[in-house]
């Protein structure tokens, strides 16, 4: 049984977002230090390991990017959160049908995890990937950066408007060693960097998700310098929930979001808007924010499918519709997930928004 101090860093009150990171990322209890996610005998699939095709179409979006900036010699690709390596693997193995681009491209992983980084190097075995903790050994462009439920998995800060006061909510550490919320007043930093947001206005209740943008502002950092973009495919929503999207899932089930502590995933919604308003302040050119069914559809799944499927029995071909269906279905993965691509390039043909 872990005990719930060893999330509080030897303080009785915390933030949100800080409570949760540790919760995620202790070195010796966090969730992702200590434990494999992902798969049937883990605790969610992500698209990757739904369907191969999900990651098939990813690369054959990577190359039409890398053919709408002009095929450039030297193309840099960096996955954000790789997960299990599943998605590179694929992507590997879409781009030897691609010479030229091969030739060209180089594939960094960004991952914090060290027991990830553990189960990635176990799938992919191949000199062209290389793992990065920071972005400073990318120095000619252009770079794409794509994370898929990378953004969701980042802490959130979350505040309460009481008549006019901003309160940040802290979860405190009691006598009994049981956890409670308190709201503290919001700091001066805090107000007015919610301020300067028309979509989160006239909220009560408010996500703001500052570690987020921290890993965003070093992604721009570098877009500035070198052409490209970042796209990110995530559970979110376009109009703001008004209320606390934090949510935890073990073995595949929800689960309350302060029980089994280091041995449940803790992620919140993604608010598009709210990206799409930051992208912009940033200097970044923004693609109009779709759903994944939408992208998906755009880049051809469907057709695709369609030809594999010709040679497969009735077993791999209700297989393959029935996990087709989970990424595409409205009711399913397709209108929840949505799909924001931010670029810093003349041009604006990319593929899978229009």
Do not use: C
């Not at 992702?32 to 999900?54: C, V």
Request: no cysteine.
């Amino acid at each position: 049984m872990i005990s719930n101090k060893s999330f509080f860093n030897n303080s009785k009150v915390i933030p949100v977002d800080q409570f949760i990171e540790n919760v995620l990322y202790n070195k010796k209890v966090g969730y992702y230090s200590s434990k494999t996610p992902f798969g049937k005998k883990g605790d969610f699939l992500t698209a990757p390991g739904i369907s191969n095709l999900f990651s098939e179409i990813i690369g054959i979006w990577l190359v039409s990017t890398w053919h709408t900036l002009g095929r450039p010699k030297n193309f840099n690709i960096v996955e954000l959160g790789p997960g299990d390596g599943t998605l590179t693997k694929i992507l590997l193995k879409t781009f030897q049908k691609f010479s030229s681009f091969n030739q060209a491209t180089n594939i960094f992983l960004y991952e914090k995890s060290n027991l990830l980084k553990k189960l990635q190097k176990k799938n992919i075995k191949n000199l062209k990937v290389k793992w990065i903790k920071n972005f400073t050994s990318i120095r000619k462009g252009p770079i794409i950066f794509f994370g898929n439920e990378f953004f969701d998995a980042i802490p959130i800060k979350q505040f309460f408007r009481k008549n006019k006061l901003l309160l940040e909510k802290h979860y405190l550490l009691n006598k009994k060693n049981k956890i409670d919320e308190i709201y503290k007043k919001a700091s001066k930093k805090y107000v007015s960097q919610i301020k300067k947001f028309k979509i989160l206005k006239n909220l009560k209740f408010v996500e703001f998700p500052k570690l987020g943008f921290d890993e965003l502002n070093k992604i721009i950092k570098k877009l500035s310098k070198l052409e490209g973009g970042l796209l990110l495919i995530d559970y979110g929503y376009l109009t703001p929930k008004n209320k606390n999207t934090l949510q935890s899932v073990i073995k595949h089930k929800r689960n309350k979001l302060l029980d089994n502590l280091g041995k449940a995933d803790i992620t919140s919604l993604v608010n598009f808007n709210l990206l799409n308003e930051y992208f912009i302040k940033n200097n970044l050119k923004v693609k109009k924010v779709v759903t994944q069914k939408f992208f998906l559809e755009k880049m051809g799944i469907i057709e695709r499918a369609n030809n594999l499927s010709k040679k497969m029995s009735f077993k791999e071909q209700s297989n393959l519709y029935l996990r087709l269906k989970r990424l595409l279905d409205t009711k399913l993965m397709g209108n929840l997930f949505k799909v924001i691509f931010a670029y810093k390039s003349s041009k604006d043909n990319f593929l899978g928004f229009e």
